[in-house]
């Protein structure tokens, strides 16, 4: 019976994907449990802390498929410690090798691990997708590097940039997020073992080489002391996760903004056969951009949640720990579905030139405003010249009229320019700054 959005036969795939699903899955959260647990009879194996025959026991039955899982869940209506995974283990285990799981282990030391190594899948993943939304940017950097289009400051026509310069900004802050991916890894892929409180008092003298052995057996840091209630490097994982949602967030809702019928600049894409509305045929909504935005929105509010589950009490606390097991699953795979999403958009995105260029003289000219006003100010000053060009410009927009006409008729402008030279003021393409010597630099920066 399905009972989330996730693992819905109807709504699943506006919310998560079958790959994240696979790695947040009961098969592989008990895979990763065993695979812990596996590491560590091996490690105590070689250093001849258990039998070498239940090394080898423990080890070759280490696979969730063998396992009633099922079981598990029944045991954990009565327990929240790793005693649910060993019972259904050693069911499956013969010579008395079940005798020797877990030790000198605590049961958070093998949820931690395993909570990890699930983690460290999703990463890879989340990783990859972040950067097919980087690249994808830097081509659309790339291919509108010239485009030129009203760059708009507070909802309104501001100044004109280029639409390469837009997405070059998209570009600078995903490559960012994709720093701050890899310099997470140290810190956050490290393992747990260490016993009861942290202090390996179970294993005295030999700990510090199971620990070591285990960890390279895991591919995972050796932990400088035991983690069980210092969780800021989950805590950092999810919000970096939900910098990432924002963004994307921000990406989405620009491209809604520009598919707007009065505007049409941007469209996300769009194929025969996608329906905007069951009653109004014409409708080509921006329908997967919303989808970003509200999946996004999910990701940022898992953030305080998992700062708050850095309040841990005492040396270990499950009150935290059982609320990581909730929001870091659900963090990986709403953002997981938001970047296979902003691939989409990205990769696809419809770009209307032509729609760019009208929208440009949509004000009649005093989008450009601030060209006559320095033009200006080198006669008069700045300030005597923002006060001049301000009255034209709210006597333009009030009338209607266009600024071209209204420079034109104002004595204390033309004295000092010609008809010509208004003209060139008002050209948008002439205005667009360093605005494709900065795509350039954004470009150079290209993995």
Not at 37 to 48: C, D, F, S, Y
Not at 418 to 446: C, N, W
Request: charged residues 25%.
């Amino acid at each position: 019976m399905n009972s989330t959005v996730f693992d819905s036969q109807v709504f699943g795939p506006l919310f998560s994907t079958d790959d994240m699903r696979r790695i947040f899955s009961d098969q592989n959260l008990v895979q990763s449990w065993l695979d812990t647990e596996a590491a560590l009879a091996r490690a105590e194996g070689e250093l001849g802390i258990i039998p070498q025959q239940a090394m080898e026991e423990i080890c070759s039955k280490a696979r969730a498929e063998w396992v009633d899982i099922p079981a598990i869940g029944e045991f954990y209506k009565s327990s929240i410690t790793m005693v649910p995974l060993l019972k259904a283990f050693k069911k499956i285990l013969d010579n008395d090798a079940g005798e020797f799981v877990h030790w000198g282990a605590t049961s958070q030391d093998i949820v931690d691990t395993g909570l990890i190594l699930q983690i460290r899948q999703a990463y890879q993943l989340l990783l990859g997708r972040l950067r097919q939304c980087e690249r994808a940017s830097y081509a659309l950097a790339e291919k509108y590097k010239d485009v030129v289009m009203a760059g708009r400051t507070h909802v309104q026509h501001a100044l004109p940039i280029t639409m390469g310069f837009k997405a070059a900004v998209w570009a600078s802050e995903l490559s960012r997020h994709v720093v701050r991916m890899e310099e997470i890894a140290p810190r956050l892929f490290i393992g747990q073992f260490s016993g009861a409180v942290g202090t390996l008092a179970s294993l005295e003298d030999r700990g510090l080489d199971v620990q070591k052995r285990m960890m390279e057996l895991l591919d995972l840091a050796v932990p400088d002391i035991a983690w069980h209630t210092a969780r800021d490097h989950i805590a950092e994982f999810i919000n970096l996760l939900a910098m990432i949602a924002a963004t994307l967030a921000k990406i989405s809702h620009e491209v809604l903004t520009l598919q707007r019928t009065e505007i049409g600049e941007l469209e996300e894409p769009f194929f025969m056969g996608k329906v905007g509305s069951s009653t109004m045929p014409h409708k080509r909504n921006p329908q997967v951009c919303e989808n970003v935005i509200a999946l996004t929105r999910s990701v940022r509010a898992l953030a305080p949640l998992a700062v708050e589950a850095m309040i841990c009490e005492n040396e270990r606390d499950w009150s935290c720990e059982i609320a990581e097991w909730d929001f870091v699953p659900r963090a990986c795979l709403l953002l997981d579905t938001s970047l296979e999403k902003s691939v989409d958009i990205l990769e696809n995105l419809i770009v209307y030139p032509e729609k760019m260029e009208k929208n440009l003289f949509h004000l009649k000219g005093l989008m450009l405003s601030e060209s006559v006003m320095m033009h200006l100010g080198q006669k008069m000053g700045r300030m005597s010249a923002h006060d001049i060009v301000y009255k034209i410009c709210m006597a333009v927009f009030e009338k209607g009229s266009s600024m071209e006409e209204a420079l034109l008729a104002q004595p204390e402008v033309m004295q000092y320019f010609t008809e010509s030279e208004i003209q060139q003021m008002l050209e948008p393409h002439h205005y667009i700054g360093l605005a494709t010597t900065f795509v350039d630099r954004v470009l150079a920066k290209r993995p």
